[in-house]
T-cell receptor, first 114, second 113 residues
Framework: LAKTTQPISMDSYEGQEVNITCSHNNIATNDYITWYQQFPSQGPRFIIQGYKTKVTNEVASLFIPADRKSSTLSLPRVSLSDTAVYYCLVPRLNYGGSQGNLIFGKGTKLSVKP | ETGVTQSPTHLIKTRGQQVTLRCSSQSGHNTVSWYQQALGQGPQFIFQYYREEENGRGNFPPRFSGLQFPNYSSELNVNALELDDSALYLC????????????FGPGTRLTVT
């Protein structure tokens, strides 16, 4: 499984754009990059997933360079409610087509201040 | 559409006892995974069930066992509880196919004294 490295913590202010970068140097050809968000005392929530270039949804954007050894989660105009832990994962699909096991690191604790 | 539910919400057990945690998966999801999350850490994968069979296991001892039922609900059983088993236990269900989007429940907070 590809090991991921991301900052332990980040601070931001309301209304700013936040970029969290994750490195995954040994990513395999078929691996996707997935990001989850977790609020205190809740289960993680899927945010976004991508393979290459750029993916955007209503919550965030994910930028993946051509070599795919890193990725950047971009949160536009954060609010206080975006304070959470953000996890970068590179799951591996199990044999038989079932879901890949999710291996979580410690994630990045984002604190948004007023 | 009902999301993933877990019971109980909180539980206090004594060292050496046994515990059973329950999870109801989201409608149509045939894969259920269990995770243990200690305070300040990311969730750690325990095992996964796919079509009622164990389909992958993390680095947890055999006293952690599970079941998946025909309706895709699941149980996590832990025998001979240890103090270090105190954690938030998360269940996640997912759709058939090749996506990596797992839907997590709110978790069961287990305290072992």
């Amino acid at each position: 499984l590809a090991k991921t490295t991301q900052p332990i913590s980040m601070d931001s202010y309301e209304g700013q754009e936040v970029n969290i970068t994750c490195s995954h140097n040994n990513i395999a050809t078929n691996d996707y990059i997935t990001w989850y968000q977790q609020f205190p005392s809740q289960g993680p929530r899927f945010i976004i997933q991508g393979y290459k270039t750029k993916v955007t949804n209503e919550v965030a954007s994910l930028f993946i360079p051509a070599d795919r050894k890193s990725s950047t989660l971009s949160l536009p105009r954060v609010s206080l409610s975006d304070t959470a832990v953000y996890y970068c994962l590179v799951p591996r699909l199990n044999y038989g087509g079932s879901q890949g096991n999710l291996i979580f690191g410690k994630g990045t604790k984002l604190s948004v201040k007023p | 559409e009902t999301g993933v539910t877990q019971s109980p919400t909180h539980l206090i057990k004594t060292r050496g006892q046994q515990v059973t945690l329950r999870c109801s998966s989201q409608s149509g999801h045939n894969t259920v995974s269990w995770y243990q999350q200690a305070l300040g850490q990311g969730p750690q994968f325990i095992f996964q069930y796919y079509r009622e069979e164990e389909n992958g296991r993390g680095n947890f001892p055999p006293r952690f066992s599970g079941l998946q039922f025909p309706n895709y609900s699941s149980e996590l059983n832990v025998n001979a509880l240890e103090l270090d088993d105190s954690a938030l236990y998360l269940c996640a269900s997912s759709l058939p196919g090749g996506t990596y989007e797992q839907y997590f429940g709110p978790g069961t907070r287990l305290t072992v004294t």
